[in-house]
């Protein structure tokens, strides 16, 4: 199996400005094909199967996180960087604010991290920033509810939130890694989800649950992935492994292939299968139930070049992977972290680096040099789909012999052409992508699962 582009989103006339914007977030609707997508300071709504464009409201500041509520149909809720908590509705397109902060000049920015968890039994939303010791509530509805701030009963920063899919459940994490589940009515509490001392935790970074079973998967930001069974009343751990040594800030659960994917800060993504025993004598083994899938990486020259799209250099890193529910569709939100102003002197340290790696690689090993190349990242490697193109033609044309010395020599001059010749512009469309079965290609396309009420 391989990620492929299915479109690309065009956001290019967006606001209409001298300068394009790139999109900075996106989501999916629960349970239709719909994408809603924030750029500038408007909210774009397509049709996530043929790319069409519904509607686009402008909100008056940019969104530093938003989701889809569960309860109306086609509303989203957003916290803006002027720090106000709004329901935008694309049916009436019409925005209201829910909640405004009590300083009016506070500013947030897009980076600043902010969780936000809706509640799919109730018109609420429970949202607060990271680290602060309380939780704000309000109605996402104009005139609902009014804010009310919740003290939890634990006096300990909090570091995320989430709502159950299916039950009254509030999630709080708190740092160190500790999570409790509080009743949405009462904000009693139903469980600890808890491990020993042994492990050390730093809290988690992202939720996911499975669609049928009683599972919460669980992002570390200390780069820990692990699943917990909570459909009794003692839960219990099932799944344990380390991702890495950054922060997970991404994980969903693809219902149609059954897999779990993870997205690190550092832009690292990794697929994962769950191998689950069903033997009530045998207590679970939590180190064996997750095993890497087999899975090609995700190349992201190709996936910007696909379907009519456009290659960026230098390459850029995944900032935000955002998964459908329901289907195999996803938005890839890439950045590439640098700007005109220091992408020529990034570039020339890029290549000094690669230059010495290959002076010092004369007369070593093939499998020294790929290690030291490995090292540098994408600073001084072909993207794999030009280093498969570099095969196939050394092979149409007879040279058999195309050693990785010689791939390095050409990287290095690639990057050097590219520097020069590659427009400095923001990437103005999202692509969406899909994985594909090379063998079946009609297998798991992304056709959107009934809901059943």
């Given at each position: 199996?391989?990620?492929?582009?299915?479109?690309?989103?065009?956001?290019?006339?967006?606001?209409?400005?001298?300068?394009?914007?790139?999109?900075?977030?996106?989501?999916?609707?629960?349970?239709?094909?719909?994408?809603?997508?924030?750029?500038?300071?408007?909210?774009?709504?397509?049709?996530?199967?043929?790319?069409?464009?519904?509607?686009?409201?402008?909100?008056?500041?940019?969104?530093?996180?938003?989701?889809?509520?569960?309860?109306?149909?086609?509303?989203?809720?957003?916290?803006?960087?002027?720090?106000?908590?709004?329901?935008?509705?694309?049916?009436?397109?019409?925005?209201?604010?829910?909640?405004?902060?009590?300083?009016?000049?506070?500013?947030?920015?897009?980076?600043?991290?902010?969780?936000?968890?809706?509640?799919?039994?109730?018109?609420?939303?429970?949202?607060?920033?990271?680290?602060?010791?309380?939780?704000?509530?309000?109605?996402?509805?104009?005139?609902?509810?009014?804010?009310?701030?919740?003290?939890?009963?634990?006096?300990?920063?909090?570091?995320?939130?989430?709502?159950?899919?299916?039950?009254?459940?509030?999630?709080?994490?708190?740092?160190?890694?500790?999570?409790?589940?509080?009743?949405?009515?009462?904000?009693?509490?139903?469980?600890?989800?808890?491990?020993?001392?042994?492990?050390?935790?730093?809290?988690?970074?992202?939720?996911?649950?499975?669609?049928?079973?009683?599972?919460?998967?669980?992002?570390?930001?200390?780069?820990?992935?692990?699943?917990?069974?909570?459909?009794?009343?003692?839960?219990?751990?099932?799944?344990?492994?380390?991702?890495?040594?950054?922060?997970?800030?991404?994980?969903?659960?693809?219902?149609?292939?059954?897999?779990?994917?993870?997205?690190?800060?550092?832009?690292?993504?990794?697929?994962?299968?769950?191998?689950?025993?069903?033997?009530?004598?045998?207590?679970?083994?939590?180190?064996?139930?997750?095993?890497?899938?087999?899975?090609?990486?995700?190349?992201?020259?190709?996936?910007?070049?696909?379907?009519?799209?456009?290659?960026?250099?230098?390459?850029?890193?995944?900032?935000?992977?955002?998964?459908?529910?329901?289907?195999?569709?996803?938005?890839?939100?890439?950045?590439?972290?640098?700007?005109?102003?220091?992408?020529?002197?990034?570039?020339?340290?890029?290549?000094?680096?690669?230059?010495?790696?290959?002076?010092?690689?004369?007369?070593?090993?093939?499998?020294?040099?790929?290690?030291?190349?490995?090292?540098?990242?994408?600073?001084?490697?072909?993207?794999?789909?030009?280093?498969?193109?570099?095969?196939?033609?050394?092979?149409l044309k007879g040279r058999n012999h195309l050693t990785i010395l010689d791939i390095a020599r050409k990287a290095?001059?690639?990057?050097?052409?590219?520097?020069?010749?590659?427009?400095?512009?923001?990437?103005?469309?999202?692509?969406?992508?899909?994985?594909?079965?090379?063998?079946?290609?009609?297998?798991?396309?992304?056709?959107?699962?009934?809901?059943?009420?």
């Open positions: 199996m391989e990620w492929t582009t299915l479109q690309h989103l065009d956001l290019r006339h967006v606001g209409l400005g001298v300068r394009p914007l790139q999109p900075h977030a996106a989501i999916f609707h629960p349970y239709q094909a719909l994408v809603a997508v924030a750029i500038g300071n408007f909210i774009v709504e397509f049709d996530a199967l043929t790319g069409s464009k519904i509607s686009t409201l402008e909100i008056g500041a940019p969104v530093v996180r938003m989701s889809y509520s569960p309860t109306r149909a086609h509303t989203v809720i957003a916290i803006l960087q002027d720090c106000t908590l709004r329901s935008c509705d694309f049916d009436l397109e019409q925005t209201s604010v829910l909640h405004s902060p009590e300083k009016k000049n506070e500013q947030i920015y897009s980076d600043t991290e902010v969780h936000l968890a809706l509640s799919p039994s109730q018109s609420i939303v429970f949202f607060g920033f990271h680290r602060r010791m309380s939780v704000t509530v309000v109605g996402t509805v104009e005139g609902g509810r009014a804010p009310t701030k919740i003290k939890t009963d634990l006096k300990k920063p909090i570091v995320n939130l989430a709502c159950h899919p299916r039950l009254p459940v509030l999630y709080v994490a708190y740092a160190e890694g500790l999570i409790r589940a509080y009743n949405i009515h009462t904000y009693a509490v139903h469980y600890t989800l808890q491990i020993d001392n042994t492990i050390k935790l730093n809290g988690a970074g992202a939720f996911a649950f499975h669609p049928t079973l009683e599972w919460i998967f669980i992002g570390d930001r200390r780069g820990t992935l692990l699943a917990w069974d909570v459909s009794t009343e003692r839960p219990s751990m099932i799944g344990l492994t380390q991702v890495g040594s950054q922060p997970i800030t991404s994980v969903a659960w693809l219902a149609t292939l059954r897999l779990l994917v993870t997205l690190s800060r550092d832009g690292n993504l990794q697929v994962w299968k769950t191998r689950v025993v069903v033997n009530p004598s045998t207590p679970p083994m939590p180190a064996s139930f997750f095993e890497p899938a087999a899975i090609e990486a995700l190349d992201i020259p190709r996936i910007l070049s696909q379907q009519g799209g456009e290659a960026v250099y230098p390459l850029p890193r995944i900032k935000a992977l955002e998964f459908h529910p329901r289907s195999n569709l996803a938005a890839l939100n890439v950045t590439s972290g640098e700007t005109s102003k220091n992408k020529t002197t990034y570039g020339r340290e890029r290549r000094k680096k690669l230059y010495s790696v290959l002076q010092s690689a004369r007369g070593s090993s093939a499998s020294f040099l790929k290690e030291k190349l490995s090292a540098l990242g994408s600073s001084g490697v072909l993207a794999d789909h030009q280093l498969q193109a570099q095969l196939q033609e050394h092979h290095f001059l690639y990057s050097h052409f590219m520097e020069g010749n590659t427009k400095i512009a923001p990437i103005s469309r999202l692509p969406l992508v899909t994985v594909l079965n090379t063998k079946h290609h009609l297998k798991d396309i992304p056709v959107v699962q009934a809901r059943f009420l």
